[in-house]
Nanobody
Framework: QVQLVESGGGLVQAGDSLRLSCAAS????????MGWFRQAPGKERDFVAY????????FYADSVKGRFTISRDNAKNTVYLQMNSLKPEDTAVYYC?????????????????WGQGTQVTVSS
């Protein structure tokens, strides 16, 4: 099992940037596909992006494509989410998650391990 801890959230204005980090421990980080999800109040947890173990392939939700970039550093056991051109609708709690599955990686059910989340608030 891998344990995950997110950091880097905060309150920013529309158009600003933030970089979220997710530090992993407890298992071999490079075994896992890593994903980012977000959940706004009263809404379901939505997919944001995922990156496979060797960073060769990434996939994004349409709502963040071109603005967000997911990356990972296996030597540091960390996955990142660079968020640019933030919009008020990006406001949510952001979660990182780890998966050993090879399919349906845009769905929360593919991920067994989750962090506690970090709040991102974008003001207009």
């Amino acid at each position: 099992q891998v344990q995950l801890v997110e950091s880097g959230g905060g309150l920013v204005q529309a158009g600003d940037s933030l970089r979220l980090s997710c530090a992993a421990s407890g298992d071999t980080f490079s075994r896992y596909t890593m994903g980012w999800f977000r959940q706004a109040p009263g809404k379901e947890r939505d997919f944001v992006a995922y990156i496979i173990w060797n960073s060769v392939y990434t996939f994004y939700a349409d709502s963040v494509k071109g603005r967000f970039t997911i990356s990972r550093d296996n030597a540091k056991n960390t996955v990142y989410l660079q968020m640019n051109s933030l919009k008020p609708e990006d406001t949510a709690v952001y979660y990182c998650a780890a998966s050993l599955f090879g399919s349906n990686l845009a769905r929360p059910l593919a991920y067994r391990n989750w962090g506690q989340g970090t709040q991102v608030t974008v003001s207009s």
